[in-house]
Protein backbone atom coordinates (compact mmCIF):
# COMPACT_ATOMS: atom_id res chain seq x y z
CA UNK A 1 0.00 0.00 0.00
CA UNK A 2 1.05 3.28 -1.03
CA UNK A 3 -0.82 6.47 0.62
CA UNK A 4 -0.16 9.55 -1.14
CA UNK A 5 -0.97 13.41 -0.15
CA UNK A 6 -0.56 16.42 -2.48
CA UNK A 7 0.19 19.87 -1.33
CA UNK A 8 1.05 23.37 -3.08
CA UNK A 9 -1.89 23.91 -4.85
CA UNK A 10 -3.59 27.82 -4.72
CA UNK A 11 -4.83 30.11 -6.83
CA UNK A 12 -2.00 32.37 -8.77
CA UNK A 13 -2.48 34.97 -11.86
CA UNK A 14 -2.15 33.77 -15.34
CA UNK A 15 1.87 33.47 -16.05
CA UNK A 16 2.86 33.00 -12.71
CA UNK A 17 4.08 29.44 -11.20
CA UNK A 18 3.24 26.94 -8.39
CA UNK A 19 4.75 23.81 -6.85
CA UNK A 20 2.86 20.55 -6.08
CA UNK A 21 4.04 18.31 -3.85
CA UNK A 22 3.26 14.58 -3.54
CA UNK A 23 4.63 12.86 -0.32
CA UNK A 24 4.23 9.55 -0.22
CA UNK A 25 4.56 7.14 2.69
CA UNK A 26 6.22 3.26 2.24
CA UNK A 27 9.49 1.95 1.98
CA UNK A 28 8.80 0.85 -1.59
CA UNK A 29 8.50 4.49 -3.38
CA UNK A 30 10.90 3.96 -5.74
CA UNK A 31 9.78 0.67 -7.48
CA UNK A 32 6.48 3.07 -8.35
CA UNK A 33 6.25 5.34 -11.44
CA UNK A 34 4.64 8.33 -10.35
CA UNK A 35 2.20 10.25 -12.22
CA UNK A 36 0.35 13.45 -12.17
CA UNK A 37 -3.43 13.86 -13.82
CA UNK A 38 -5.42 16.99 -13.92
CA UNK A 39 -9.55 17.02 -13.44
CA UNK A 40 -11.64 20.44 -14.38
CA UNK A 41 -14.96 20.52 -13.51
CA UNK A 42 -17.55 18.72 -16.14
CA UNK A 43 -14.39 17.22 -17.31
CA UNK A 44 -12.77 13.83 -17.54
CA UNK A 45 -9.25 13.31 -15.89
CA UNK A 46 -6.61 14.04 -17.49
CA UNK A 47 -2.65 13.35 -17.76
CA UNK A 48 -0.81 15.75 -17.18
CA UNK A 49 3.09 13.62 -16.87
CA UNK A 50 4.60 11.26 -14.92
CA UNK A 51 8.24 10.27 -13.85
CA UNK A 52 10.14 6.60 -14.61
CA UNK A 53 10.32 4.30 -11.37
CA UNK A 54 13.88 3.33 -12.81
CA UNK A 55 15.82 6.10 -14.04
CA UNK A 56 13.53 9.15 -13.19
CA UNK A 57 12.51 9.65 -17.15
CA UNK A 58 9.87 12.37 -17.15
CA UNK A 59 7.13 13.06 -19.70
CA UNK A 60 4.42 14.94 -20.14
CA UNK A 61 1.12 15.64 -21.98
CA UNK A 62 1.75 18.12 -25.19
CA UNK A 63 -0.47 21.06 -24.29
CA UNK A 64 2.07 21.38 -20.88
CA UNK A 65 5.60 20.55 -22.41
CA UNK A 66 7.67 23.67 -22.29
CA UNK A 67 5.80 24.53 -18.81
CA UNK A 68 5.55 21.84 -16.33
CA UNK A 69 8.61 19.52 -15.03
CA UNK A 70 8.08 16.63 -13.08
CA UNK A 71 10.97 15.45 -10.78
CA UNK A 72 11.25 13.06 -7.92
CA UNK A 73 13.44 12.82 -4.78
CA UNK A 74 13.34 9.21 -3.90
CA UNK A 75 15.07 10.19 -0.67
CA UNK A 76 12.34 11.98 0.73
CA UNK A 77 9.63 9.78 -1.10
CA UNK A 78 8.24 12.84 -2.97
CA UNK A 79 7.19 13.81 -6.22
CA UNK A 80 7.16 17.19 -7.42
CA UNK A 81 5.34 19.29 -10.68
CA UNK A 82 6.65 22.60 -11.13
CA UNK A 83 4.38 24.51 -13.32
CA UNK A 84 5.28 27.64 -15.00
CA UNK A 85 3.51 29.91 -17.01
CA UNK A 86 0.16 29.09 -16.04
CA UNK A 87 -2.59 29.33 -18.26
CA UNK A 88 -6.69 30.10 -16.83
CA UNK A 89 -7.43 26.44 -18.62
CA UNK A 90 -4.75 24.71 -16.12
CA UNK A 91 -6.94 25.46 -13.57
CA UNK A 92 -8.13 21.88 -12.55
CA UNK A 93 -7.87 19.82 -9.31
CA UNK A 94 -4.38 17.61 -9.37
CA UNK A 95 -3.88 14.05 -8.27
CA UNK A 96 -0.42 12.36 -7.76
CA UNK A 97 -0.49 8.98 -8.52
CA UNK A 98 1.18 5.97 -8.69
CA UNK A 99 1.92 2.96 -10.89
CA UNK A 100 3.99 0.06 -10.90
CA UNK A 101 4.37 -0.12 -14.64
CA UNK A 102 7.24 1.77 -16.20
CA UNK A 103 5.28 4.05 -18.89
CA UNK A 104 1.94 4.62 -18.59
CA UNK A 105 -0.59 7.65 -19.19
CA UNK A 106 -3.98 5.76 -18.57
CA UNK A 107 -5.88 6.82 -15.03
CA UNK A 108 -6.59 2.99 -14.68
CA UNK A 109 -3.00 1.54 -14.73
CA UNK A 110 -2.25 3.78 -11.75
CA UNK A 111 -3.04 1.80 -8.39
CA UNK A 112 -2.79 4.47 -5.57
CA UNK A 113 -4.67 7.82 -5.60
CA UNK A 114 -3.91 11.37 -3.80
CA UNK A 115 -6.92 13.15 -2.60
CA UNK A 116 -5.92 16.14 -5.00
CA UNK A 117 -5.37 19.97 -4.72
CA UNK A 118 -6.53 22.41 -6.24
CA UNK A 119 -4.93 24.83 -8.91
CA UNK A 120 -6.95 27.91 -9.51
CA UNK A 121 -5.59 30.30 -12.54
CA UNK A 122 -6.84 33.54 -12.90
CA UNK A 123 -7.01 35.65 -15.81
Known amino acids: QVQLVESGGGLVQAGGSLRLSCAAS????????MGWFRQAPGKEREFVGAVSRTDGTPWYVDSVKGRFTISRDNAKNTVYLQMNSLKPEDTAVYYCAASGLYYSTTAASYNFWGQGTQVTVSS
Open 26 to 33: GRTFSSYT
